[in-house]
């Protein structure tokens, strides 16, 4: 009995094919990172997930049920688009979302006074959302997310908004939540946050999934192909390399991705010749080249390529 | 749980409870200010001069208001006009025998202080004494005189079905009905609104996917029209005792007030009765005040329905404008068709207006409270609502489910179509 399992579902808007025979598997304990570009087809999948959006077909399970009200209660949910009532107090806003997930008022007054103590955010109890600075409200968001102690833990693009020291917070929270046991699943379009911190990929693009499995797997089937390498002097060598791809590229630095078993020390050859070399180094992909690479530079949108790239 | 939610925080609300208080004490400022009207209106004095050339017209007229004629015969035209301007006197009329002889016309000079219902006042007193003095000097016998001042009234009683006679009100009934439609066509507004605005505010401060996570939309919906629903009961609750109780304090009070002035001191006896009677609430019949309110939410829950639904398309309040049309024409035309319906509750635009859900809760109350309606009517109103709403709820909800998880854009009609086909 997996936490999540989606099994071939699709969801269409009118023509718009959200996600397409959608398959993936979540297991228990571990942390789950729903990738892609923007418009992939992330949150509809998790809306579906959390029963607010139904599929058109396929089925998906939590907890081996299949998704419904009795789901719902299982999962602390926080969607991308976020926020209280801001005329409400803390405390009464905390105590009617725990309550909307089930929990008894008293076990709910023990958890939030437990959680808002633990962000030493126990004075804000009975003051108005409205009055509270913005890095204060999201504290109050996580623990309205947390605070029904579920076994499930999804969140959509989680760090979009967050100060540092929010985000730290809940990366530590997330790391937490592992440790405790818990499963987590959250999606984001940004790939370097997945490599800190994912145990398990689903790649998404235009509402299928490209690839999904264990990042160390992933990472370790395409091999170290990757140069990275360091440099001061002429960068001009790097245009005259053929069946490579560069990332990251900048006066000093570049990420160059080998692809028809060139040989690496070619590329070092070619750039000693008119550089003093600082670092040379070869590495596993990161995960923006993987999903280059698996989806093919023409099929990625120009613009969505930019974005990856940011 | 939602609708607690909204009934707890609403009532708790600052707005709750100062609409609350202030709408009776609105109310209670309204009657109290029109008693003051009543009783203080009667003590501005005005001063006419009326130089009488017959002797005979000032005297009658000191009868009807002793304060307000004096007699300046004897005075020249001169000195009267110069006391009118040091505003001595109102205003001066001068009286010859050609004005009771002839058919002369009176002229008052005045300073323009006293307005129309002055000259109403002076002109009316005038006829009156001025009849009376060329009947007095045609010497009529007292028999034709009798008769001239003889009214015929014409009272009014009901027959009902039973066949038992009762005291007509009609008027007061018409006054009733009036009322309790505009105060429906004023609550669907109102409460509707509100649920539209919860919606929106849901939208704008994007909890609403967070509460979607735990509860289905239609819950959400349904749990806000119901907790708005009991806060309007609340009130009108709060309202109406309110009111039952100010009109058991307003009565003596007013009277109270009345005996003081000593003008109106004789009249005690008729303020006392008169009074009561415009404030009485409970001879209204119960089997009214019940159908006032399954009107008033059936009237609700169809509106509100509609209103969740713009408020969950809209992405913020100003948007609602275009999408508000569609709902607010038919509460206009229901508005329109009650002034019609006052005046004549049985006619075929009263009936038809009254059977179609979308005007029933208005037009319907206004004849019940006017005429006997019969009993087909409204159980066939009522069941056209019920179905009606059972149609506009479904329709809401799908424009609910999908408007909460649409951000960024209002929706137009053209998407609204496409949702509900979905």
């Given at each position: 009995?997996?936490?999540?399992?989606?099994?071939?579902?699709?969801?269409?808007?009118?023509?718009?094919?959200?996600?397409?025979?959608?398959?993936?598997?979540?297991?228990?304990?571990?942390?789950?990172?729903?990738?892609?570009?923007?418009?992939?087809?992330?949150?509809?999948?998790?809306?579906?997930?959390?029963?607010?959006?139904?599929?058109?077909?396929?089925?998906?399970?939590?907890?081996?049920?299949?998704?419904?009200?009795?789901?719902?209660?299982?999962?602390?949910?926080?969607?991308?688009?976020?926020?209280?009532?801001?005329?409400?107090?803390?405390?009464?806003?905390?105590?009617?979302?725990?309550?909307?997930?089930?929990?008894t008022?008293?076990?709910?007054?023990?958890?939030?006074?437990?959680?808002?103590?633990?962000?030493?955010?126990?004075?804000?109890?009975?003051?108005?959302?409205?009055?509270?600075?913005?890095?204060m409200?999201?504290?109050?968001?996580?623990?309205?997310?947390?605070?029904?102690?579920?076994?499930?833990?999804?969140?959509?693009?989680?760090?979009?908004?967050?100060?540092?020291?929010n985000?730290?917070?809940?990366?530590?929270?997330?790391i937490?939540?592992?440790?405790?046991?818990?499963?987590?699943?959250?999606?984001?379009?940004?790939?370097?946050?997945?490599?800190?911190?994912?145990?398990?990929?689903?790649?998404?693009?235009?509402?299928?999934?490209?690839?999904?499995?264990?990042?160390?797997?992933?990472?370790?089937?395409?091999?170290?192909?990757?140069?990275?390498?360091?440099?001061?002097?002429?960068?001009?060598?790097?245009?005259?390399?053929?069946?490579?791809?560069?990332?990251?590229?900048?006066?000093?630095?570049?990420?160059?991705?080998?692809?028809n078993?060139?040989?690496?020390q070619?590329?070092?050859?070619?750039?000693?010749?008119?550089?003093?070399?600082?670092?040379?180094?070869?590495?596993?992909?990161?995960?923006?080249?993987?999903?280059?690479?698996?989806?093919?530079?023409?099929?990625?949108?120009k613009?969505?390529?930019?974005?990856?790239?940011? | 749980?939602?609708l607690?939610?909204?009934y707890?925080?609403?009532?708790?609300?600052?707005?709750?409870?100062?609409?609350?208080?202030?709408?009776?004490?609105?109310?209670?400022?309204?009657?109290?200010?029109?008693?003051?009207?009543?009783?203080?209106?009667?003590?501005i004095?005005?001063?006419?001069?009326?130089?009488d050339?017959?002797?005979?017209?000032?005297?009658?007229?000191?009868?009807?208001?002793?304060?307000?004629?004096?007699?300046?015969?004897?005075?020249?035209?001169?000195s009267?006009?110069?006391?009118?301007?040091?505003?001595?006197?109102?205003?001066?009329?001068?009286?010859?025998?050609?004005?009771?002889?002839?058919?002369?016309?009176?002229?008052?000079?005045?300073?323009?202080?006293?307005?129309?219902?002055?000259?109403?006042?002076?002109?009316?007193?005038?006829?009156?004494?001025?009849?009376?003095?060329?009947?007095?000097?045609?010497?009529?016998?007292?028999?034709?005189?009798?008769?001239?001042?003889?009214?015929?009234?014409?009272?009014?009683?009901?027959?009902?079905?039973?066949?038992?006679e009762?005291?007509?009100?009609?008027?007061?009934?018409?006054?009733?009905?009036?009322?309790?439609?505009?105060?429906?066509?004023?609550?669907?507004?109102?409460?509707?609104?509100?649920?539209?605005?919860?919606?929106?505010?849901?939208?704008?401060?994007?909890?609403?996917?967070?509460?979607?996570?735990?509860?289905?939309?239609?819950?959400?919906?349904?749990g806000?029209?119901?907790?708005?629903?009991?806060?309007?009961?609340?009130?009108?609750?709060?309202?109406?005792?309110?009111?039952?109780?100010?009109?058991?304090?307003?009565?003596?009070?007013?009277?109270?007030?009345?005996?003081?002035?000593?003008?109106?001191?004789?009249?005690?006896?008729?303020?006392?009765?008169?009074?009561?009677?415009?404030?009485?609430?409970?001879?209204?019949?119960?089997?009214?005040?019940?159908?006032?309110?399954?009107?008033?939410?059936?009237?609700?829950?169809?509106?509100?329905?509609?209103?969740?639904?713009?408020?969950?398309?809209?992405?913020?309040?100003?948007?609602?404008?275009?999408?508000?049309?569609?709902?607010?024409?038919?509460i206009?035309?229901?508005?329109?068709?009650?002034?019609?319906?006052?005046?004549?509750p049985?006619?075929?635009?009263?009936?038809?207006?009254?059977?179609?859900?979308?005007?029933?809760?208005?037009?319907?109350?206004?004849?019940?409270?006017?005429?006997?309606?019969?009993?087909?009517?409204?159980?066939?109103?009522?069941?056209?609502?019920?179905?009606?709403f059972?149609?506009?709820?479904w329709?809401?909800?799908?424009?609910?489910?999908?408007?909460?998880?649409?951000?960024?854009?209002?929706?137009?009609?053209?998407?609204?179509?496409k949702?509900?086909?979905?």
């Amino acid at each position: 009995m997996k936490p999540i399992e989606v099994d071939h579902v699709s969801k269409s808007f009118g023509d718009t094919k959200a996600v397409q025979d959608v398959s993936f598997e979540v297991e228990k304990g571990r942390i789950f990172g729903l990738l892609g570009p923007n418009g992939a087809g992330k949150t509809t999948t998790i809306r579906m997930v959390n029963y607010i959006t139904l599929p058109d077909s396929g089925t998906l399970l939590v907890n081996g049920i299949p998704v419904g009200q009795k789901t719902q209660k299982l999962i602390g949910y926080m969607p991308e688009e976020r926020g209280l009532y801001k005329k409400m107090k803390v405390g009464e806003q905390l105590m009617y979302l725990a309550q909307l997930k089930g929990m008894t008022a008293g076990s709910a007054r023990e958890k939030i006074k437990y959680w808002l103590e633990r962000f030493g955010a126990y004075d804000w109890h009975s003051k108005v959302v409205g009055e509270l600075s913005k890095g204060m409200s999201q504290k109050i968001q996580f623990i309205s997310t947390i605070v029904h102690d579920p076994e499930i833990y999804i969140f959509d693009e989680p760090f979009s908004g967050l100060d540092p020291i929010n985000s730290e917070l809940l990366k530590e929270i997330i790391i937490e939540l592992k440790d405790m046991g818990k499963t987590i699943l959250f999606s984001t379009h940004r790939m370097e946050q997945v490599e800190q911190m994912c145990d398990d990929i689903c790649l998404f693009n235009n509402g299928k999934v490209v690839l999904t499995g264990s990042l160390r797997n992933i990472k370790k089937d395409f091999g170290k192909n990757t140069v990275l390498i360091e440099f001061e002097g002429d960068g001009s060598f790097i245009d005259t390399l053929a069946d490579v791809r560069v990332n990251n590229r900048s006066t000093n630095f570049a990420e160059i991705r080998i692809l028809n078993g060139l040989n690496s020390q070619e590329i070092l050859k070619k750039a000693m010749e008119k550089n003093e070399i600082h670092r040379f180094q070869l590495v596993e992909p990161s995960l923006n080249e993987i999903f280059i690479s698996v989806v093919g530079e023409d099929n990625i949108k120009k613009q969505q390529l930019e974005e990856l790239k940011a | 749980m939602v609708l607690k939610r909204e009934y707890l925080t609403r009532v708790k609300s600052k707005g709750f409870i100062w609409a609350t208080i202030l709408v009776p004490a609105g109310f209670a400022l309204f009657i109290g200010v029109m008693i003051f009207v009543s009783v203080w209106d009667s003590e501005i004095s005005y001063t006419i001069g009326v130089a009488d050339e017959t002797g005979m017209i000032v005297k009658s007229l000191q009868e009807i208001d002793d304060e307000r004629y004096t007699d300046v015969s004897g005075l020249s035209v001169d000195s009267l006009r110069a006391m009118v301007q040091r505003e001595e006197l109102t205003g001066y009329v001068i009286i010859t025998d050609d004005h009771i002889e002839g058919s002369q016309s009176l002229e008052l000079i005045f300073s323009g202080s006293g307005g129309l219902q002055l000259l109403t006042t002076v002109r009316s007193d005038f006829r009156e004494t001025i009849r009376q003095e060329r009947l007095a000097r045609a010497e009529v016998s007292d028999d034709v005189r009798a008769i001239f001042e003889s009214r015929v009234a014409l009272d009014s009683r009901r027959l009902t079905r039973e066949g038992e006679e009762r005291e007509d009100d009609t008027e007061f009934l018409s006054g009733v009905g009036f009322l309790m439609g505009v105060i429906i066509f004023g609550a669907i507004f109102g409460y509707g609104g509100y649920i539209m605005r919860g919606v929106i505010e849901e939208k704008t401060n994007r909890i609403i996917e967070v509460i979607a996570s735990s509860v289905r939309p239609i819950e959400l919906l349904t749990g806000k029209m119901a907790g708005v629903g009991a806060i309007a009961i609340t009130q009108f609750a709060i309202w109406i005792l309110a009111f039952m109780g100010l009109s058991a304090v307003a009565g003596p009070i007013a009277a109270a007030f009345m005996s003081n002035s000593e003008q109106m001191g004789a009249d005690m006896a008729a303020v006392e009765s008169e009074i009561p009677a415009f404030l009485d609430l409970p001879t209204i019949e119960t089997s009214l005040i019940v159908y006032f309110i399954i009107f008033f939410l059936l009237g609700y829950m169809l509106y509100s329905s509609l209103f969740a639904a713009i408020g969950s398309a809209a992405d913020s309040e100003t948007d609602t404008q275009q999408l508000m049309l569609p709902v607010t024409v038919p509460i206009f035309i229901a508005y329109a068709i009650l002034f019609h319906a006052m005046r004549s509750p049985d006619s075929a635009l009263s009936v038809i207006g009254s059977l179609i859900p979308f005007f029933a809760p208005i037009v319907m109350v206004t004849r019940i409270a006017i005429t006997e309606v019969p009993f087909w009517q409204t159980s066939l109103a009522i069941l056209l609502m019920i179905v009606t709403f059972a149609g506009t709820m479904w329709l809401s909800a799908k424009i609910y489910k999908v408007g909460i998880l649409s951000y960024g854009k209002s929706a137009n009609f053209k998407d609204l179509a496409k949702w509900i086909r979905q």
